[in-house]
């Protein structure tokens, strides 16, 4: 293979080889994977990409790997799927849920980023692997880590959902909680990976990591029949997978998979942990760190690393931004899970309420083709939505009383 040329600077634009690095030693800007276009243009068509299985890695030329994928082989290629009942809801009439909510092997789209850290992370030969997580990384990794035989050190803030935890600890990994937010735990493991040789998904070899969600974008066009959307609206951590997406869709378009390229892209937060969104709205190019206040746990990031880059892509492409209550968000879980059958986590029912708030102010319009990127699955977040549905009907086990209550539901 070999279409990666090394790595670069996005602020200096230094250049640097393949290492497990990720600031520049000049300016301390992040660094960025940069590939061989040209090369790549020759070999990956829709045709090519078409006679590949069904996973991320049918684009693999433009995910930063010397050799063959070794972990995560069956991750990605989720449905995109046609909301026809919801986008009656909500007043548009072209919208589509990218459903990673069914991504394997844990149901959100950190198994994208997952499957890509640690196939590099086996070529720069770590045998241990490690991530700061706020809920989705700390279970993608203990699971694709285990699947791929690494030591794994899962560093999680101690207020995570408690089914988050579980569906970690199930994998047997090293769990530390850690008495923090998500920026404490985040700091901590920065200082970690500084002493240890481990490969710290998001920190060491964040620039690989980050290529991962690049897919996502990639399968949306070709979904939608090599075509790129009018409008796209992502939720926001780090702002790392908005950032990508755009990414994605450019080098799309740079490569001649597609025609035109003219996607507004919107940025999704809660209310209660929005500084990207707040510095889309106000203007300004400083993300103001916040502490986290919201049941959107997994999006609950107040100083984003990639927060300057999701707000540069929201403004250079036309898009805006939209933050919602945690009443909105159950409210939007409840409606994508009634319309479309789709049961998200805390982040999707942020999406989908900030989609309908940018369909309300108009910035996204009815005739739009619209995609909501769905990231994780309610079942991982079931806490949040306790309390908040209906009951069950309670019955004796026969006829009359079974009578009885359909009578009540009927009436
Ligand atoms: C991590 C995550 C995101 C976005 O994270 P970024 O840090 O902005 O890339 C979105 N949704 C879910 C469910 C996540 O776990
Ligand atoms: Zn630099």
Redesign the pocket.
């Known amino acids: 293979m070999g279409y990666v040329k090394g790595l670069k600077c996005r602020e200096c634009g230094r250049e640097y080889s393949i290492d497990p690095i990720y600031v520049c030693e000049f300016c301390f800007g992040p660094l960025e994977v940069v590939y061989d276009y040209d090369a790549i243009k020759d070999v990956l068509t829709r045709e090519a990409i078409l006679s590949r299985p069904q996973n991320l890695w049918r684009y693999k030329e433009l995910l930063p790997l010397d050799g063959e994928p070794t972990c995560g082989l069956d991750s990605g290629f989720t449905p995109l799927v046609r909301a026809a009942r919801l986008a009656e809801q909500i007043g548009i009439k072209k919208l589509y849920i990218k459903d990673d909510t069914v991504t394997h092997p844990t149901l959100?789209?950190?198994d994208r980023v997952v499957a890509v850290a640690l196939s590099k992370a086996r070529e720069f030969g770590f045998n241990t692997v490690a991530c700061a997580s706020?809920?989705?990384?700390a279970h993608s990794v203990s699971a694709h880590g285990a699947a791929a035989g690494f030591k794994r050190f899962i560093f999680i803030p101690s207020s995570l959902e408690k089914s988050k935890i579980i569906a970690s600890l199930a994998y047997g990994p090293n769990l530390i909680a850690v008495d923090g937010n998500y920026d404490d735990v985040n700091r901590l493991c920065s200082e970690v990976a500084n002493k240890y040789n481990w490969a710290f998904v998001n920190i060491n070899i964040r620039p690989f990591y980050a290529e991962g969600?690049k897919s996502q974008g990639y399968e949306i066009i070709e979904q939608l029949g090599w075509k790129a959307p009018d409008a796209v609206v992502v939720?926001?951590?780090?702002?790392?997978?908005?950032t990508i997406i755009w990414k994605s869709f450019k080098e799309m378009k740079d490569i001649g998979l597609i025609d035109d390229l003219g996607t507004k892209v919107y940025s999704a937060q809660a209310t209660g942990c929005s500084p990207i969104v707040k510095a889309i709205k106000d203007g300004v190019d400083v993300i103001k760190p916040v502490k986290p206040d919201t049941i959107a746990k997994?999006?609950a990031?107040g100083n984003p690393a990639d927060g300057f880059y999701a707000k540069e892509v929201t403004r250079e492409t036309g898009g805006y931004g939209a933050d919602v209550s945690d009443a909105e968000i159950i409210d939007a879980i409840k409606l994508l899970a009634g319309t479309e059958g789709i049961f998200a986590?805390t982040?999707g029912g942020v999406t989908l309420a900030s989609a309908i708030q940018l369909v309300k102010s108009g910035h996204i319009k009815k005739d739009d083709v619209t995609v909501l990127c769905i990231?994780?699955n309610g079942l991982k977040t079931k806490e949040a939505i306790v309390g908040h549905t209906g009951e069950p009907h309670h019955i004796n086990p026969n006829l009359k009383s079974f009578e009885e209550v359909l009578g009540k539901i009927n009436s």
């Not at 706020?134 to 990384?137: A, E, F, H, P, R």
């Not at 939720?235 to 908005?242: E, I, V, Y």
């Open positions: 959100s789209f950190k706020t809920g989705n990384l969600s939720p926001c951590a780090s702002g790392s997978l908005l997994s999006l990031i986590e982040a990231t994780g």
